[in-house]
């Protein structure tokens, strides 16, 4: 069982940058991979970034999908039990509640495949 909690949400501007925390529960968090997932207001969730847990079959280098790449950032702290999503130059379309989820295994990037999931995270980029 991991719990998932997410925070660091908030209002920025264009080109401004965030940093999301997803601290998780659980003894055996560093085998775990995690994942962020964000909903924008009238769409599906999407993938975003996911980092690997140790073992997972998935190497140790986080992933991305191509709309966040080069802007955001994943860091991954097993004593701290927390995975950082960092964000740059945001845009508005970043708008978004983000969600952290784990999963045992390797990474994917379907919302079925993760059984733990955060509350979730507002964050709305406006000028």
């Known amino acids: 069982q991991v719990d998932l909690v997410e925070s660091g949400g908030g209002s920025v501007q264009p080109g401004d940058s965030l940093t999301l925390s997803c601290a998780a529960s659980?003894?055996?968090?560093?085998?775990?991979?995690v994942a962020w997932f964000r909903q924008g207001p009238g769409k599906d969730r999407e993938f975003v970034a996911a980092?690997?847990?140790?073992?997972?079959?998935?190497?140790?280098?986080?992933y991305y999908e191509d709309f966040v790449k080069g802007r955001f950032a994943l860091t991954r702290d097993n004593a701290k039990n927390t995975v950082t999503l960092e964000m740059n130059s945001l845009k508005r379309d970043d708008t978004a509640v983000y969600f952290c989820?784990?999963?045992?295994?390797?990474?994917?990037?379907?919302?079925?495949?993760?059984?733990?999931w955060g509350q979730g995270t507002q964050v709305t980029i406006s000028s």
């Open positions: 659980g003894r055996t968090f560093r085998t775990y991979t």
């Open positions: 989820a784990a999963k045992e295994g390797a990474i994917v990037g379907w919302t079925a495949s993760y059984p733990y």
């Open positions: 980092v690997p847990g140790s073992g997972s079959g998935s190497g140790e280098r986080p």
